[in-house]
């Protein structure tokens, strides 16, 4: 079984993306155009047996790394012995499932050192491509909504005006990574107006229509979804303020 070094394990987003995407071809090869081969070798009465994607996109079934802790993270144990016991199609689509879970693993243990900026570009990276379970399964991967940009539409609730009459947005949302950088400068100052926790991206923002303060999304009870059927948000502040005499 090929096994990478420390010293040779990928270090850069890119490098880890090409380790996945040649680990990720193997493993689709074995349950899609080698599938028959595939079956035939994890033979429920024989030990535990993992399937292995290699970086030069071939495949491996066989038994786990004898070394502990491996070199790295190991994949799905057994899958040999619910063979018989499950549907055909069912049995490989469980092993693909496994086999993204042990992908991603791999990829994220390989880019430990990354910074934030840098994994988030690797998921990003890696979530354009179909997972295995989609390919084994013939599931056609969801296209995400057209963000405001795309579609030319002002998203309602979760978007301000500046002076200069320019929206701005800070809705939790998958971007390239320099729109990342250019998000978190612009809105690093940006302070929920109730629990007064700094702005993060990675979190689910609502500003209000009338005071034009900003908001967590789970500190004022509105969620992503509901947002979009609110055509004009306050604040309970600015609700307390209008319901007295």
Known sequence: MEMASISSSPRTVEEIFRDY??????????LTYDVDEFYGICDPEKENLCLYGHPNESWEVTLPAEE????????????????????RKDWLSLVAVHSDCW?????????????????????????????????????????????????GSKPK????????GQVKSIQNQKVAEESYEDEEDEHGDTQCGSCGGNY??????????????????????????KAESIKQYKCPSCTMKRARP
């Open 21 to 30: 995407s040649g680990r990720r071809a193997g493993i689709v090869r074995a």
């Open 200 to 225: 993060n991206a990675d979190e689910f923002w609502i500003g209000c229509d009338i005071c034009e303060r900003w908001y967590h999304g789970k500190c004022v009870k509105i969620t992503p979804a």
């Open 68 to 87: 502990v802790p491996p070199e790295l993270p190991e994949p799905a144990l057994g899958i040999n012995f619910a063979r018989d016991g499950m549907n």
């Open 157 to 164: 609730a979760s978007t301000k005006r500046s002076s200069d």
């Open 103 to 151: 992908l991603l693993s791999v990829a994220f243990y390989l880019g430990a050192r990354l910074n934030r900026n840098e994994r988030k570009r690797l998921f990003s990276m890696i979530n354009e491509m179909p997972t295995v379970f989609e390919v084994v399964s013939e599931r056609k991967p969801i296209k995400d909504k057209p963000t405001a940009a795309e579609s």
